[in-house]
């Protein structure tokens, strides 16, 4: 298998997985307690509550083909695979558990334990998503469309939205699930972001050494990584000293650490968090 085929497995495999956990929090936490955060399954849970001959499920694989339908109309083949396929697994594995795991009540009776559950879920598999391009449509399939034919500030458009979906909720459901709605969707918006931020989380050394080549050769043979080596002068002891800075994976990170301190005790190590590097060597799914 080639490296262009790995990497499209793999993919495929995130996109399986981040939907997976998303289906998790929707069907067996957010759909049973009617909590309505916004997207396709806030539409759904208020839909059904009004139309209950359909189900949740049902009503969001009938809003996610209608909604891609309409992507593939206005923006054509460009649309992409991956919206495409997270859209209608999501929809279908929510279809397939009404019929194999129906849920006639919540799992528990703490509303507030599963709102936790219902909201972070989900976020983590849009997160999981988001890191590779992907999404999970609904409505991201408006956005893309508003984006392509109008000046609209979409953020704020799909902000406004899921604010006026989850109002519904109140109204459909009583204010007591409108407030854990309304708290859900101030959590969602929260944890993507911080789950994003700790997906792209590397760590920063600066390395202050008298002695930098075998913290060099094992930066490079063992980490394969590279560094960079900049001349200092200690101000107290006015001797000469090698920084060395280089930007690794927490878990190589633990590695580096160790035998710079098994080799060098009296090195001097700065180690801080960076969520974005932009150069050789690095991505946004590194």
Not at 135 to 155: C, E, F, H, P, Q
Request: net charge positive.
């Amino acid at each position: 298998m080639n490296a262009k085929a790995k990497e499209h497995l793999s993919e495929m495999l995130k996109m399986t997985l981040g939907t997976l956990i998303m289906v998790v929090g929707i069907y067996f936490f957010k759909f049973p307690n009617n909590f309505s955060t916004g997207g396709v399954s806030g539409i759904s849970v208020i839909s059904a509550h009004y139309f209950p001959s359909i189900s949740p499920g049902t009503f969001s694989l009938l809003i996610n083909v209608a909604l891609l339908a309409l992507g593939y109309a206005f923006i054509g083949p460009s649309f992409g695979y991956k919206t495409a396929y997270v859209s209608l697994l999501q929809s279908g594995l929510i279809w397939i558990l009404e019929h194999i795991f129906p849920m006639a009540a919540p799992m528990t009776d703490q509303p507030m334990l599963e709102l936790v559950f219902a909201v972070s879920l989900p976020a983590i598999g849009s997160a999981i998503l988001f890191n590779i391009g992907a999404s999970s449509g609904g409505t991201d399939i408006v956005a893309m469309i508003l984006r392509k034919y109008s000046s609209l500030n979409i953020g704020r458009a799909l902000l406004l939205s899921d604010c006026i979906i989850t109002v519904m909720a109140c109204v459909a459901f009583g204010m007591k699930t409108g407030l854990y709605s309304i708290l859900g969707l101030v959590m969602k918006s929260l944890l993507v972001d911080m789950v994003l931020e700790n997906i792209h989380i590397h760590k920063c050394f600066h390395i202050i050494t008298s002695n930098p080549q075998p913290i060099e050769e094992f930066i490079m043979t063992k980490l394969n990584r590279s560094a960079t080596r900049v001349r200092g002068l200690g101000i107290y002891s006015h001797e000469e000293k090698a920084i060395l800075l280089t930007v690794v994976s927490r878990r190589q990170a633990v590695e580096l650490r160790k035998y710079i301190r098994a080799i060098e005790p009296s090195a001097f190590l700065l180690i801080t968090n960076t969520g974005e590097i932009i150069g050789k060597g690095f991505s946004m799914t590194d």
